[in-house]
């Protein structure tokens, strides 16, 4: 295994390469997510439970059935984030004709392929959101913040989840390096 940054490393093996980002580690942050996430649990468990023996009306039981849908969303992204931030990666596997990219989380994701002769114009891209949006993307609860593009088939993929721009550049160049070799 190489080591191209802190949080980037690769290996390559016969006809294929493969890449791993790791997120962002701030054990205290991971640990604070922890925490709010079980209470935010609870919150809504208790909820769940108490609002429908408690509530005496219609109008009552609509607004906690719209808590709940509410809580429900964010309890799966909440969840979502801790999963990445405790034992995720980004993995980029290439091989000879296809570049394939997984967001894990927790030893889990979804692989996406791309073919490499429909892969053009790798690029770093600065996030343009300052301000609230800029700073809840960058923010340890958000699996958002991806830094390198390329274009595919008339589309921008984005990778690299919170790459500063030194780390998004030499990812980019390791790419273009392993897919010019024909791996």
Not at 170 to 180: F, G, P, V, W
Request: glycine share 8%; charged share 30%.
């Amino acid at each position: 295994m190489k080591k191209l940054t802190s949080r980037i490393k690769y290996q390559e093996a016969e006809g294929e390469t493969e890449v791993f980002i790791t997120p962002v580690k701030d054990e205290k942050a991971v640990k604070e997510l922890r925490i709010w996430l079980i209470l935010f649990t609870l919150s809504g468990l208790s909820m769940l439970i108490g609002g429908p023996i408690f509530t005496s009306s219609r109008e009552e039981y609509a607004m906690v059935l719209i808590f709940m849908v509410f809580w429900l969303y964010f309890e799966i992204k909440i969840f979502s984030a801790f999963r990445y931030r405790a034992k995720g990666q980004e993995r980029i596997k290439i091989d000879s004709k296809v570049l394939t990219y997984t967001l894990e989380k927790s030893g889990r994701g979804y692989p996406k392929s791309y073919e490499l002769d429909k892969i053009s114009s790798w690029k770093y891209e600065e996030k343009a959101q300052s301000g609230f949006f800029g700073m809840i993307n960058q923010s340890v609860w958000m699996i958002a913040g991806e830094s390198v593009c390329f274009e595919y088939e008339g589309r921008s993929i984005h990778i690299g989840v919170q790459l500063k721009k030194g780390e998004a550049e030499h990812l980019i160049k390791c790419l273009k390096k392993q897919i010019s070799k024909g791996n």
